[in-house]
C-alpha cells in the first residue's frame, strides 16, 4: 500500500518530513572494488581492460576487438524493425530541433571605461557516453545523450556498453548511428570509465563522461571527477502529479505505472485536492497491475514508495511540490499553465491531461537525462550547455588600466598580495 | 629553475605529456576524517559543530553565538579603509554589471504539429558560501561568489568562515554586506560545509555550498554532493602567458610572479616565439623576486612548477595552450585577439599587454573563479548559471498526442517498458 498522507492532519509536517528523507536505494560499498578497477586500468591500459571485460563480461576480446565495426554497426541497422527505427529517427530529429534552441550565444561588449568585455562559448572536444547493457539498455537514452553533445559541436563521441556473453542490443547501436556517435567500445562497469578517463592504448581519453550506470558505474565516475568532468549521478526515477477534480483517474494511474515500471526504487506520487480522484486513482492502478508485463517491479515501487497526498487546496501543492522536487511533474488541473508557473523545483513539467510523461520519454524533444532524488532543488536537465564551456574575455588599453588600476592595487595590498599590485604599477609606472 | 621546453626538440612531446602530468597537489588523505566530521554534524547538529569549532579554531562558541551580528558587520564596516571599501564597491559595481547579461532566457515556442515546448529558469533558493579563514580570507573572493547568486535571484545567501582564535578579517566581512550575504556564521572545516548541507537547529540547509577550501572542505564538499549542489574543487591557481617578440619582459614576469606569488602550487607558464624574450623575462623574474614581500612562495613556485616553452611560431602555441587549458591566459602579442579566437580551452583570456590578470582578480567585472587543473577542458568559471536551474516544459493537446503517440508507443514497446506505452494507449483508446 502506498503512504496516504493528509496535509490538514496534525502530524503532516513530520510524516511528510519523513516522507522526503526516506531512502529509496541502498547505497552498495561499492567505492573500495571501483577504486581498484579504476587504478589498474589507469596503470596497465587496455590489459587491465580486457581483464576485467573477461571476468564481468565473461568476453574474451583483443585489443581489435574492444572497437565495435563498422560492419556490425551496419548489420545492427538491418537487424531493426523498420517501425521503431523510424520512430527512433523521428526522436531523433525532435531533440536535435529543441536542443539547438539551447545554444549560447557568445558576448562581447564595451562598458564605458573603454573596457571590452565578455565571453565565448566552445564545444568540449571529446565526451564519452556510458549506455548500460542488459534490460536497462535503452536505445532513446542514447539518443538523448548524444543528439546535444552533437548540437554543441563535439566532435569526438565514444559510446561504451558493455556486452555480457557478446550480447550487443542492435537498437542501442542503432541510436548511436543516428546520435553520431564516432566510436563505440564494447566494454561497461567501472573499467570503462577508467578506460575513457585515463584513456588506453585502444581508447584515447575524453574530457568529459556522461550517461547512466550501476553502483559501479557512479563510483567511478565520482573517483575520475576533475581528471575529466561527469555529468550528475543518477538516482531512480520519480513522478509527482498534481491533478484537481477533472483529472481522469485512469490516465493518472497508468502514468504513475509508467514511473514503477522502471525499477523497484522508482517512486510515483499524486498531490489532490480531491478525494473521490484519490480514491478513483488507488482503485485503476490495482486493476491496471492485474496485466501489466512488470507488474512485480511496478506493485512493488508503488507499495514501497508511492504515496497520495491530499490537499485543502491546490494552492497547497505548491510548497510541498517545491519540497519534493519532483524529476517529473505532470499537472492535470482546470489551469495547469498557472499552476506550473507557481513552482520553483521541477525536472520537467508536463502539462494538462494529453501530455504523460511518456512523451517526454521519447519524442517530446525535450532530454529525459533529468534531476532526481529532489537535486532538481539546485540541478538541470542534460542539454547542450552540458557539452559546452565559456572563457571570459577582457581587455584594457593604457586608458582603462589608468582608470581601474589603483582600485585593483588597494585591493591587492589589501589581501596581502604584493605581486598583484605591482602587475599594475610596473605598468603605470607606479612602482 | 623552471622548466625549459624547446618545441623544436626530439623529445619535446614526450617532455611536454610528462609536464602535463606532473602533479601540483600532494593530494593529503583527508577523506575518512572528512567523513567522520560530516557525520558526526548530520547526527548531532549544533552540537558536533560547537564541538569541532571548540577543537580546531580554539573557540568556544553557544548556538546564539554561531553566527556573527548586525553589530559585529557594523563594526567590521567602520574599522575597515575607507580607499579600500570603495575599491570593494567599485569591484562589487563591475561583478554586478558583468554577471547581470549572463542572465538566462526562458524559451517557449509553439512547433508545427502544435506541441508547446520550452523551458524556464528559477533561482536556486538558498546557498552557502564558503570563505577560508587565516591568510587565505579574501574578500574579492566573498564578491566573486556572492553577486552572481544575488544577480541569480538567491534570496537566502549564507556565509560561513571560520575564525581561529575568535579572529575575523573585517573586510571579510564588508564586501560580505556589499555582496548581499544573508546570514554569517563563524565556523569552517568539514563541520561548517556538513552544517550547511544537512541543516542544524540554529543553521537552517542550504541547497548549493560553493566556494575553496582547504583538503577538508573540498573533502566533504564531495562527501555532500548529491544531498546539495557543489560548485568545482578548485586546485591550486595557474597562468599561461603567450607573447611574441613585442612583449614587456618585465611586465610578464610581474604576471608571472602574481600568479607564483598565490601558493608554492601555483603555476606559471610562458610560451614564446622569441629567445630574446624568453631569455630577458627569466632575468626579471629573478631581479623582482628580490623585493617581493611573498618571494618564499613565489620562487618556490617558479622553481618547481614556472616553465618556459620555446615555439618557432605562434601558431604552434595553439595546441599547447589547449592541451594546458589554463585557468587564466593572457595573451601579449602584436594581434592578440587573433590568437585568442583559435584557443579553445582557457578560463580566462586577457588580452594585450594593458590587461595584466590583477585586474581581472578584483575590478574588471569577470569572475575570477575559474576552472584549474586542465579543467578548462571540460568546465567554466563561476557565473549566475551556477545559481539558476531550468525546468523544461512540455504541453501536447489531442490532436498533438494522436500525431506523436503512436511512435512514443512503438519506443516503449522496443524498450520493454509497456506501462509507458500503455499510458499513451489508454488515451488514445488504443489499448
Known amino acids: 500500500m502506498p503512504v496516504r498522507l493528509d496535509r490538514s492532519s496534525a502530524d503532516f509536517d513530520q510524516r511528510f518530513?519523513?516522507?522526503?528523507?526516506?531512502?529509496?536505494?541502498?547505497?552498495?560499498?561499492?567505492?573500495?572494488?571501483?577504486?581498484?578497477?579504476?587504478?589498474?586500468?589507469?596503470?596497465?591500459?587496455d590489459a587491465a581492460l580486457l581483464e576485467?571485460?573477461?571476468?564481468?563480461?565473461?568476453?574474451?576480446?583483443?585489443?581489435?576487438?574492444?572497437?565495435?565495426?563498422?560492419?556490425?554497426?551496419?548489420?545492427?541497422?538491418?537487424?531493426?524493425?523498420?517501425?521503431?527505427?523510424?520512430a527512433l529517427k523521428l526522436a531523433r530529429d525532435r531533440i536535435e530541433i529543441y536542443h539547438r534552441r539551447q545554444l549560447p550565444q557568445d558576448e562581447r561588449f564595451t562598458d564605458p571605461l573603454g573596457v571590452e568585455l565578455g565571453w565565448r562559448y566552445t564545444a568540449i572536444e571529446s565526451a564519452g557516453l556510458y549506455v548500460p547493457g542488459g534490460t536497462a539498455a535503452y536505445p532513446s537514452s542514447v539518443l538523448m545523450n548524444a543528439v546535444p553533445a552533437k548540437v554543441a559541436g563535439v566532435s569526438r563521441l565514444v559510446m561504451v556498453v558493455p556486452s555480457p556473453d557478446g550480447?550487443?542490443?542492435?537498437?542501442?547501436?542503432?541510436?548511436?548511428?543516428?546520435?553520431?556517435?564516432?566510436?563505440?567500445?564494447?566494454?561497461?562497469?567501472?573499467q570503462a570509465v577508467?578506460?575513457?578517463?585515463?584513456?588506453?592504448?585502444?581508447?584515447?581519453?575524453?574530457?568529459?563522461?556522461?550517461?547512466?550506470?550501476?553502483?559501479?558505474?557512479?563510483a567511478a565516475k565520482r573517483l575520475v571527477f576533475g581528471k575529466v568532468g561527469i555529468d550528475m549521478i543518477a538516482g531512480p526515477s520519480?513522478?509527482?502529479?498534481?491533478?484537481?477534480?477533472?483529472?481522469?483517474?485512469?490516465?493518472?494511474?497508468?502514468?504513475?505505472l509508467a514511473q514503477a515500471e522502471h525499477d523497484a526504487s522508482a517512486q510515483s506520487i499524486l498531490i489532490?485536492?480531491?478525494?473521490?480522484?484519490?480514491?478513483?486513482?488507488?482503485?485503476?492502478?490495482?486493476?491496471?497491475?492485474?496485466?501489466?508485463?512488470?507488474?512485480?517491479?511496478?506493485?512493488?515501487?508503488?507499495?514501497?514508495?508511492?504515496?497520495?497526498?491530499?490537499v485543502k487546496n491546490l494552492g497547497d501543492s505548491i510548497p510541498l511540490a517545491d519540497a519534493i522536487a519532483a524529476?517529473?511533474?505532470?499537472?492535470?488541473?482546470?489551469?495547469?499553465?498557472?499552476?506550473?508557473?507557481?513552482?520553483?523545483?521541477a525536472g520537467a513539467v508536463f502539462l494538462g491531461p494529453h501530455t504523460p510523461e511518456a512523451i517526454g520519454d521519447y519524442v517530446g524533444g525535450s532530454?529525459?537525462?533529468?534531476?532526481?532524488?529532489?537535486?532538481?532543488?539546485?540541478?538541470?536537465?542534460?542539454?547542450?550547455?552540458?557539452?559546452?564551456?565559456?572563457?571570459?574575455?577582457?581587455?584594457?588599453?593604457?586608458?582603462?588600466?589608468r582608470a581601474l588600476g589603483p582600485a585593483a592595487m588597494t585591493l591587492g595590498q589589501a589581501e596581502g598580495l604584493d605581486a598583484h599590485s605591482r602587475s599594475i604599477g610596473l605598468r603605470l609606472n607606479l612602482s
Chains 1, 2 share one sequence.
Open 367 to 401: 532530454n529525459h537525462v533529468l534531476p532526481t532524488a529532489r537535486s532538481a532543488r539546485f540541478s538541470s536537465g542534460l542539454s547542450v550547455h552540458d557539452f559546452m564551456k565559456r572563457t571570459s574575455i577582457l581587455k584594457c588599453g593604457p586608458d582603462q588600466l
Open 167 to 190: 550480447k550487443l542490443n542492435p537498437l542501442v547501436l542503432a541510436a548511436a548511428s543516428l546520435g553520431g556517435v564516432t566510436e563505440i567500445y564494447r566494454v561497461g562497469g567501472a
Open 272 to 310: 489532490t485536492d480531491s478525494a473521490r480522484l484519490a480514491a478513483d486513482v488507488e482503485k485503476a492502478v490495482e486493476a491496471q497491475l492485474k496485466t501489466l508485463p512488470r507488474a512485480a517491479i511496478a506493485s512493488a515501487s508503488w507499495a514501497d514508495f508511492g504515496a497520495i497526498i491530499m
Open 17 to 45: 518530513a519523513a516522507f522526503l528523507a526516506a531512502k529509496r536505494e541502498v547505497s552498495a560499498d561499492v567505492e573500495a572494488a571501483a577504486r581498484a578497477i579504476v587504478d589498474d586500468v589507469a596503470k596497465r591500459g
Open 238 to 256: 520519480e513522478v509527482l502529479v498534481i491533478a484537481d477534480d477533472t483529472g481522469n483517474a485512469d490516465w493518472i494511474a497508468a502514468d504513475l
Open 327 to 345: 524529476e517529473h511533474l505532470e499537472i492535470m488541473t482546470a489551469d495547469p499553465d498557472a499552476l506550473a508557473a507557481k513552482i520553483r523545483n
Open 52 to 86: 576485467a571485460t573477461a571476468k564481468f563480461d565473461r568476453l574474451t576480446l583483443d585489443a581489435a576487438s574492444l572497437r565495435v565495426s563498422a560492419a556490425e554497426i551496419e548489420a545492427a541497422n538491418k537487424a531493426c524493425d523498420a517501425a521503431t527505427l523510424d
Open 194 to 218: 577508467a578506460a575513457l578517463a585515463h584513456g588506453t592504448a585502444t581508447i584515447a581519453p575524453v574530457a568529459k563522461i556522461v550517461g547512466p550506470g550501476n553502483a559501479y558505474v557512479a
